[in-house]
Structures are given as C-alpha cells and as structure tokens.
Nanobody
Framework: VQLQASGGGLVQSGGSLRLSCAAS????????MAWFRQAPGKEREFVAL????????QYADSVKGRFTISRDSAKNIMYLQMDNLKPEDTAVYYC???????????????WGQGTLVTVSS
C-alpha cells in the first residue's frame, strides 16, 4: 500500500484546510485508514480513522466536532476536512493504514509522508 498525503499549509486561527491522502495498492480497501499528527517536540498522536468496508469512524476528543474524515471510494482517496482550526492543531499530519481498527501508532503498517499544517494565532 502506498499513501500520498497533500493539502497542508498556513492558515489563520478559525480557518479551514482539507487534507487528502491518495491510497494505492491491490488490497487498500481491506485496510483501516487513519490520520495522525505530530507537533514539534511531541509524540505522534491519533486524529481520526475509518474502515473502508464498514464505514465506522472515530475521532480524537481534541478534534471532534471540528474535523471530518471522509473518503472517495472510487478514487481511493481519504480526506480530512479541518474547520475552526486552532494554533494547537499545528503539526505534521500523516495518513496511515493498518489492519486493526485501533488508534495505536504501533498498529500502523503503512505511513504516508507528512504534510505540514501551521495555524497562526
């Protein structure tokens, strides 16, 4: 599975961005897809995840109600719509694929390259 993330950038507090993750590979639809992020000096943390097959979705409490994870199944693209962004959302965002419906970074089998999101106050 190959993952290609894009869409990061600089935005003011309260603004919006949409991240994309293009997934390729024969069995991509059998994986659980997720977004993680890593702020400077901090550990990588879970943001949101969903399963292609079941449609189940989970969000971290810190982004619930502001971020929306979605997919275009025909194109194998995962999105993360981020609204009402806050300076504490500043981080490198990574898309990921795993076989488990879990928030654990240790369960991730494939990582995309990161895309930087910077939110100014």
């Amino acid at each position: 599975v190959q993952l290609q993330a894009s869409g990061g950038g600089l935005v003011q507090s309260g603004g919006s961005l949409r991240l994309s993750c293009a997934a390729s590979g024969r069995t991509v639809n059998s994986y659980v897809m997720a977004w993680f992020r890593q702020a400077p000096g901090k550990e990588r943390e879970f943001v949101a995840l969903f399963s292609w097959s079941g449609g189940s979705i989970q969000y971290a409490d810190s982004v619930k109600g502001r971020f929306t994870i979605s997919r275009d199944s025909a194109k194998n693209i995962m999105y993360l719509q981020m609204d009402n962004l806050k300076p504490e959302d500043t981080a490198v965002y990574y898309c990921a694929a795993s076989r488990e419906f879990t928030r654990r970074t240790g369960a991730v089998e494939y990582w995309g390259q990161g895309t930087l999101v910077t939110v100014s106050s």
